[in-house]
Structure formats: structure tokens, C-alpha cells
């Protein structure tokens, strides 16, 4: 019996809750992992998991064993990286996660670019807004913008992008200049959908905190420009998302000594002692790439 992939189906099958969810992700059936944890159960001499009705749990032996069984996997794959970098530049498989509007509008032309530069290398761009787990969906890296990070992840900062209040030329030809804060309420204000009806301003030592009603809320990052674009109102948009439009004109800045809160943008991973060489690749690019966005 492969003793490694007995490990791997037993830390899967903790990760994921279950026996056949941990058969789907190594493309085999619930019996052949059943089998392989109990081969492993008998190695060790220990009953390693708890059957329940709705999932699967480590025993107390289960926990103890789950812990060298993860370090033992990440060594042995370190060490297929580490004897791959030293003969070859990186190469394999990164799965890379991401939100949908910063993957559709900036990163899969970087990760294009970086594929150019980095023959060897293939990159599975996954564009999701909710959180994606990294150690539950075995991904790679995972690209956040702001909430809670998680304390059992690590997370490298990548970014910080300031807000900008943003319309169309056609707009304000039509509906004018807001001169101050408080004039944003004459206006058509797009909000996303999740936000809440208060919108934050900073202006070096002052701020203003407005409550603007909106007739046009989306959950669509992406939709949410385009309504602006478009000449429906005027948002709190990030600079990532607006830099260019408004070099090309064809969006304008409002009140450009006010800026909403930024966005914090990090790099997440699952803990371990050193990345897979072509892991730290893709990120010391994105980390370069995007500091210079």
C-alpha cells in the first residue's frame, strides 16, 4: 500500500468532512479511500476517524497523527520542488484565486504576461467574490480585498488602493459639478448592493459621513462601472478599477481632494514552512506586478 496516498486521502478526508468528498478530488470511489484510511489505521495501530451522519472527524489519535501526516506531505512535496528549481526554472500547475471584477479587469492579463515570461509554468485562474478556503479547495494563492482575514491562513500585504468618487463627462455636463460633500445629495449616487446607505469621506484632517439614498444598488462589481460608464450616476470607485478610464477621458474624478476608505488587498495561502518554488514564482510576481499598477 502507497503509504503517501494513504496519508493524502486520510488529510483530505479531515479537510473536506468526508470520505467522498476526498474520493472526488483524487478522481477514485468512497470505498478505495475507505480502504486506504483503514490500511493506514492498522499501520498505526489506532482508529483515526469518527463516522459520523454528516461528516467525518479525527479521533484524539487522528488529531495527533494529522498533524505529522500534513508536515510529511508538504516536505515531500517541497522536496519534488526544490530538486525541480535547482535543474529547471519553475514549472507545474498554480491555482490562483481571485474576485471576479480585479481577475476580469487586471489579473488575467497579467497572468497572461506572466506566462510569456514563464514558459513552464500553467496557472488556474479562479474568479469567485466569495471567500475561497485555501486549504478546503486546494488553492494555491487566494487574492483578497478587504474583510477578515483568517488567523489560521498567512497573508503577505499586496496592496492599499484609495476610492475615488467618479462619473461619467456626460453626467455632469447634464446634472453639473458637486462643488462639496453635501452636494452628492442632489445627485444620482450607485451604490453595490452590499454596502449600506452612509458614505465616509476623507479629505487630509476633515471627514464627511453622508446618508445617500439610492435608486440603483448591483451586486456586480464589474455591472456597478459600467452604470457609471454609461452616464447613470456617480460611485465610490476604486483606483485600480478607474485609473485608466480616467486617463483615457472617459471617466471624470469628483470633489479629487476626497477619498473613500481604500481597499486592502493581501495574498493568502495555507501555512507551511516554504512555498513550492513555482507558488513563490507567481507570487513575487503578482506582489511586483501590482505595486506597480
Known amino acids: 500500500m502507497d503509504r503517501l496516498k494513504a496519508m493524502g486521502a486520510f488529510v483530505r478526508a479531515v479537510e473536506l468532512g468526508s470520505l467522498s468528498a476526498a474520493a472526488r478530488e483524487m478522481a477514485t470511489t468512497q470505498p478505495t479511500v475507505s480502504k486506504l484510511v483503514a490500511w493506514l489505521e492498522r499501520e498505526v495501530g489506532a482508529r483515526l476517524l469518527e463516522r459520523g451522519s454528516q461528516r467525518v472527524l479525527p479521533t484524539e489519535e487522528g488529531s495527533r497523527l494529522l498533524v505529522h501526516a500534513k508536515q510529511l506531505l508538504e516536505d515531500y512535496e517541497e ?32 497572468v497572461l504576461e506572466m506566462l510569456s515570461t514563464l514558459p513552464q509554468l500553467e496557472v488556474e485562474l479562479l474568479l469567485e467574490d466569495r471567500f475561497v478556503d485555501p486549504v478546503e479547495e486546494r488553492i494555491d494563492l487566494t487574492l483578497r480585498i478587504g474583510g477578515v482575514l483568517p488567523a489560521d491562513l498567512v497573508a503577505r500585504p499586496l496592496a492599499v488602493w484609495p476610492r475615488y468618487l467618479v462619473a461619467s463627462p456626460d453626467y455632469v455636463r447634464r446634472k453639473g459639478w458637486p462643488r462639496r460633500p453635501g452636494d452628492l445629495t442632489a445627485h444620482e449616487y450607485l451604490r453595490y448592493a452590499a454596502s449600506d446607505e452612509v458614505l465616509h469621506l476623507r479629505s487630509g484632517g476633515e471627514s464627511a459621513v453622508l446618508e445617500l439614498a439610492s435608486r440603483y444598488r ?20 476604486p483606483c485600480w478599477m478607474v485609473d485608466e478610464a480616467l486617463r483615457q477621458g472617459t471617466l471624470v474624478r469628483l470633489l479629487p481632494r476626497w477619498t473613500g476608505p481604500a481597499q486592502t488587498a493581501h495574498v493568502v495561502h495555507a501555512p507551511r514552512r516554504r512555498l513550492p518554488a513555482r507558488v513563490q514564482a507567481v507570487m513575487d510576481y503578482l506582489v511586483d506586478a501590482v505595486r506597480r499598477w
Open 218 to 237: 448591483v451586486n456586480s462589481a464589474i455591472a456597478l462601472l459600467d452604470a457609471v460608464q454609461s452616464g447613470a450616476g456617480i460611485s465610490l470607485q
Open 79 to 110: 522536496a519534488l520542488a526544490d530538486m525541480a528549481s535547482g535543474v529547471r526554472e519553475p514549472r507545474g500547475l498554480v491555482r490562483l484565486s481571485a474576485p471576479v471584477a480585479l481577475g476580469e479587469l487586471r489579473l488575467s492579463a497579467l
